[in-house]
């Protein structure tokens, strides 16, 4: 009995490194896919010679949402090692495919009056590798809800996997709009003046609304219809309750004071200020998704 249960540990043991050196494996082909997907980046010098904080951080927002996929990969149910670690790859390399697909809907449809891509690689804008960096973790955290989510056959996963990715993506999309109407200044323009603070309660609000998504994503797939109707209830959640968190840390947390002016109506924004407002985006949806 001893000898079969070290056999059972040390077959686990085996397995758990398996999976941890594909990991590894995976964050290599993310590298390689990263600079196939954006060729003109030239990575070393942004990261060690140009010293491009706003680079750095829309990279670590990359790699971050690759480990929340591998993370949701790797906690499903085991079908045997070699057939996990088929699964673990395929919707690993699907969901790094998806995550630039992101960055060029979100420059193009949530924020079009700028180029994402230039005000990070030529200009440095802080804000915007903020913004960059929450795009990718937040398509993380809904590409979570969706592999959690069980599905009946491999081939239904996919396609679930890849459909809750663009309804998450549409929604997000809108999301932004609407936080662009009711925000009190103007973020495309904010952000453009290289605000910090502007663009990191922007991110704030981006994660905020992901977090909402991935916890409407994470129930078992049963019928279109169900999972449609409890995104959308989720998201018109989530899109009423995040300003009202806002307007309470405004009155709360940074008393005597006013979000708007710390943020865009002084000389110097306030960044504190912006990471407030994107603290009580982000501290909402979690209470959002452990209450409802």
Not at 230 to 243: A, C, R
Request: aromatic share 14%; charged share 15%.
């Amino acid at each position: 009995m001893d000898i079969l249960k070290n056999y059972i540990d040390f077959t686990s043991l085996a397995h758990s490194v398996g999976y941890l050196l594909i990991a590894f494996v995976l964050f290599f082909v993310g590298k390689i896919m990263y600079k196939l997907l954006n060729p003109k980046i030239n990575i070393t010098s942004e990261l060690v010679e140009k010293d491009n904080l706003a680079f750095i951080i829309s990279y670590v927002g990359y790699f971050s949402a690759l480990v929340i996929i591998l993370i949701a990969a790797i906690s499903g149910e085991s079908y045997g090692f070699w057939n996990d670690a088929f699964i673990i790859a395929l919707y690993s390399l699907i969901g790094i495919v998806l995550l630039h697909f992101s960055i060029l809907l979100t420059n193009k449809f949530a924020l079009p009056e700028f180029c994402i891509k230039k005000e990070i690689l030529e200009d440095k804008n802080e804000g915007t590798g903020l913004i960059e960096a929450a795009v990718y973790v937040g398509n993380g955290f809904i590409l979570y809800g969706a592999l959690i989510g069980e599905s009946v056959s491999l081939i239904e996963g996919v396609i679930t996997f890849i459909s809750y990715w663009a309804i998450g993506n549409l929604i997000l999309i809108l999301s932004s709009k609407i936080f662009c109407l009711w925000v009190p200044y103007d973020i495309h323009k904010e952000i453009e003046k290289d605000n910090v603070a502007a663009g990191t309660a922007f991110a704030g609000a981006f994660i905020g609304i992901s977090i909402i998504l991935m916890n409407a994503l994470i129930d078992p797939f049963t019928t279109w219809q169900n999972s449609l109707i409890d995104i959308l209830s989720y998201t018109v959640l989530g899109v009423i309750l995040l300003p009202v968190m806002r307007f309470i840390a405004d009155k709360i947390l940074l008393k005597g004071r006013s979000l708007n002016d710390e943020i865009c109506n002084q000389e110097k924004p306030n960044i504190g200020a912006g990471l407030i407002e994107a603290f009580s985006y982000i501290g909402s949806a979690i209470l959002i998704v452990w209450t409802f």
